[in-house]
C-alpha cells in the first residue's frame, strides 16, 4: 500500500529552536519524496524534494530508505516558518499521495 | 502566468444542490489533479487526469461526484447533489511530467453545504 504518516498534528516550538518534523512512507519501489508547505492564507507549494539534495529557507530533508523516513529539519526555527507542512509521494503519474499534514508554530 | 486558477473561491449552497468547480491548469502541463482537503482527513486526491484523459478516480467518494477535462485548459469538478458532509477545500493541481515534477496549486475553492 501507498502511504505516508505524518504522526504529529502540531509541533510548537521557540524561535531559535531545532526543528524536526516526522514523516514516514510506505512504498513498494524507488520512492519519490517531497515536502509542500502552505502558509497562511496562500496556495499550497512545493519546498523540496529528495531528488534534488538541496536546502530551502534553511531546511533539509534526507530520505532514509531503511527506515522509511523523509524528515524535515531546520537547525534554527523562524517566526515565517509558522506555515502548514505536508510530506508527499510520487504514487505514479506524478500523483502525489499527502500525509495527514504538521502545522508548525514557532513562538517568539 | 497566473497559476492554476480555480473558480469560486467561495461557494455556499443548500443540501441537495447542484454545485459545479472549475480549473484552469497551467498552460503546457500535461496532468491535473482534484484533491479534496479536510479537518478530518487531510488532503486526499479525488481523480487525475493525464493528456485530458482520467486516469485514476478511485478516490472520487460516491456517484454524486463527477469530474470532466473536455480540453487542455479547462476541468470541472461536479457534486450532485450536494451534502453538508462534502463541505471542505477543494484543490486543483496541475503538473508536467517527468521525474519528481513539482506540482503546482491552485488557491482553492471552499464549499460549504448547509
Known amino acids: 500500500a501507498q502511504r505516508v504518516t505524518q504522526p504529529e498534528k502540531l509541533l510548537s516550538v521557540f524561535k531559535g529552536a531545532p526543528v524536526e518534523l516526522k514523516c514516514n512512507y510506505s512504498?513498494?519501489?524507488?520512492?519519490?519524496l517531497f515536502w509542500y508547505v502552505q502558509y497562511s492564507r496562500q496556495r499550497l507549494q512545493l519546498l523540496l524534494r529528495?531528488?534534488s539534495r538541496e536546502s530551502i529557507k534553511g531546511f533539509t530533508a534526507d530520505l532514509n530508505k531503511g527506515e522509511t523516513s523523509f524528515h524535515l529539519k531546520k537547525p534554527f526555527a523562524q517566526e515565517e516558518d509558522s506555515a502548514m507542512y505536508y510530506c508527499a509521494l510520487n504514487g505514479g503519474y506524478n500523483k502525489l499521495i499527502f500525509g495527514a499534514g504538521t502545522r508548525l508554530a514557532v513562538h517568539p | 502566468d497566473a497559476g492554476v486558477i480555480q473558480s469560486p473561491r467561495h461557494e455556499v449552497t443548500e443540501m441537495g444542490q447542484e454545485v459545479t468547480l472549475r480549473c484552469k491548469p497551467i498552460s503546457g502541463h500535461n496532468s491535473l489533479f482534484w484533491y479534496r482537503q479536510t479537518m478530518m482527513r487531510g488532503l486526499e486526491l479525488l481523480i487525475y487526469?493525464?493528456?485530458?484523459?482520467?486516469?485514476?478516480d478511485s478516490g472520487m467518494p460516491e456517484d454524486r461526484f463527477s469530474a470532466k477535462m473536455p480540453n487542455a485548459s479547462f476541468s470541472t469538478l461536479k457534486i450532485q447533489p450536494s451534502e453538508p458532509r462534502d463541505s471542505a477545500v477543494y484543490f486543483c493541481?496541475?503538473?508536467?511530467?517527468?521525474?519528481?515534477?513539482?506540482?503546482?496549486f491552485g488557491q482553492g475553492t471552499r464549499l460549504t453545504v448547509v
Open positions: 493541481a496541475s503538473s508536467y511530467g517527468g521525474q519528481a515534477t513539482e506540482a503546482f
Open positions: 512504498y513498494s519501489g524507488s520512492p519519490e
Open positions: 487526469f493525464n493528456n485530458n484523459v482520467p486516469i485514476d
Open positions: 529528495h531528488i
